[in-house]
Structure formats: C-alpha cells, structure tokens
C-alpha cells in the first residue's frame, strides 16, 4: 500500500472521561472510499432521479418537462462543479452529456412503453 493511502488524519476531537482530550484517527483510505460512495449515490440519483421525474412529466405540457430538465442540468452542472476538481471545459462536455441523455429520453417519450399511471 502507498502511504499516502495509510497516513493517519486527525478528524474529530473527544472529551476523554479524565478530562484529557483525544482524537480519533481516520485512515485516508476510508475517508476517500466514504468520498467515493457519496459522489457515486449522488451521481446516480441525478441520472436515475431526473428520469423518473421526466417520465412522470410527460403527461404535462412540454414547457413544464422542458423546465424540470433545465433544473436538473443546472443542479447537475453545480454540484460538478462544487464536489470535484474538474476545470471548465470538462465540466461543460459533462453537463452537454447529461443533458443529452435528458433530451434523448424526452424526444423517445412517445416510443417508451407507457404505464398507466393511477389517477
């Protein structure tokens, strides 16, 4: 293992019943599983979250579908830029992606398999 992934970091101090105060040791490599594990989930609540919204849309005008996708680009483009390191560029090729993936859902709208939905 490389040490950058065992060095120990310093995350939380506690009150030891002697009055002494003592840290909790983290190792890194858990803090960035743990890191890893929440950028996924919201990756893919953002996919998965956006579709299912969409596909309930679709029974409402076009200028609300339109709306909600607007919506979950600009959340999508936001949150890309705040939880990674990516610079412009990469962050606009991704939110072109996502909203790609949107726009082809919406436009096959018609060809999906409908569901009835209960009223």
Request: glycine content about 4%; cysteine-free.
């Amino acid at each position: 293992m490389s040490a950058e992934l065992t060095t120990p970091v310093l995350t939380q101090q506690q009150a030891h019943p002697s009055g002494e105060s003592k840290f909790n040791i983290t190792r890194e490599k858990y803090t960035r599983t743990a890191v890893t594990a929440l950028t996924m989930g919201i990756a893919l609540i953002f996919l998965v979250g956006a579709i299912w919204v969409l596909w309930v849309s679709q029974r409402t005008r076009i200028e609300v579908t339109m709306a909600i996708l607007t919506v979950f680009v600009i959340l999508f483009a936001s949150w890309l830029g705040m939880a990674t390191n990516a610079r412009r560029p990469e962050i606009f090729a991704a939110t072109a992606a996502y909203a790609a993936v949107l726009v082809v859902f919406i436009s096959q709208g018609d060809q999906v398999v409908q569901l009835e939905l209960p009223p």
